[in-house]
T-cell receptor, first 115, second 109 residues
Framework: DAGVIQSPRHEVTEMGQEVTLRCKPI?????LFWYRQTMMRGLELLIY????????DSGMPEDRFSAKMPNASFSTLKIQPSEPRDSAVYFC?????????????FGQGTRLTVV | RKEVEQDPGPFNVPEGATVAFNCTYS??????FFWYRQDCRKEPKLLMS???SGNEDGRFTAQLNRASQYISLLIRDSKLSDSATYLC??????????FGKGTRLHILP
């Protein structure tokens, strides 16, 4: 298995532009997580899905952020409009749900810089 | 109060020494616990799960204290390659997986 695949690996964009981050979870995993990591705030859970349904989006910072999971093999995180304070590394992770050993596997992350 | 709290460090420890980290969690409904390791500019990766009875994996020992709601990680005979950030993780029944901010460890030659 190729693991969790995120794209792009790096994104530099101007303030006000729309940014779309993409994630392909591991096949057979039915929980998917979006995290944001900064030095100041660490790894923050933004939203997670179970069987393609958003379960908890309380970590989404503002209405500028939205996430979708149209099918079991694809998810997007969109920021519109982007702001410099959105600069961070965004990780997607997937896991098998409802199992005792609920290891989360991470993608390599998308490093977003908003200038 | 953050759901999972850790001392950010850094811990600067000489090679060969023993080092211990603690982590506290606030949600008493948390069911599963883990330690992840994150190297600089890399993604987090599972180090070990934490079981109620405690568990050991080579030089690493993890303990869970449900009554006090804390988790610990002990590293014996530390190696230079152990230098990393160690993330404490709690997961609840609904699969919500929450990470602490991490503890930075530097092993000194």
């Amino acid at each position: 298995d190729a693991g969790v695949i995120q794209s792009p690996r790096h994104e530099v964009t101007e303030m006000g532009q729309e940014v779309t981050l993409r994630c392909k979870p591991i096949s057979g995993h039915n929980s998917l997580f979006w995290y944001r990591q900064t030095m100041m705030r660490g790894l923050e859970l933004l939203i997670y899905f179970n069987n393609n349904v958003p379960i908890d989006d309380s970590g989404m910072p503002e209405d500028r952020f939205s996430a979708k999971m149209p099918n079991a093999s694809f998810s997007t995180l969109k920021i519109q409009p982007s702001e410099p304070r959105d600069s961070a590394v965004y990780f997607c992770a997937s896991s098998r749900s409802l199992t005792w050993d609920r290891e989360a596997f991470f993608g390599q992350g998308t490093r977003l810089t908003v200038v | 109060r953050k759901e999972v709290e850790q001392d950010p460090g850094p811990f600067n420890v000489p090679e060969g020494a023993t080092v211990a980290f603690n982590c506290t969690y606030s949600n008493s409904a948390s069911q599963s616990f883990f330690w992840y390791r994150q190297d600089c500019r890399k993604e987090p990766k599972l180090l070990m799960s934490v079981y109620s009875s405690g568990n050991e994996d080579g030089r690493f020992t993890a303990q869970l204290n449900r009554a006090s709601q804390y988790i610990s990680l002990l590293i014996r005979d530390s190696k230079l390659s152990d230098s990393a950030t160690y993330l404490c993780v709690a997961a609840n029944r609904d699969d919500k997986i929450i990470f602490g901010k991490g503890t930075r460890l530097h092993i000194l030659p």
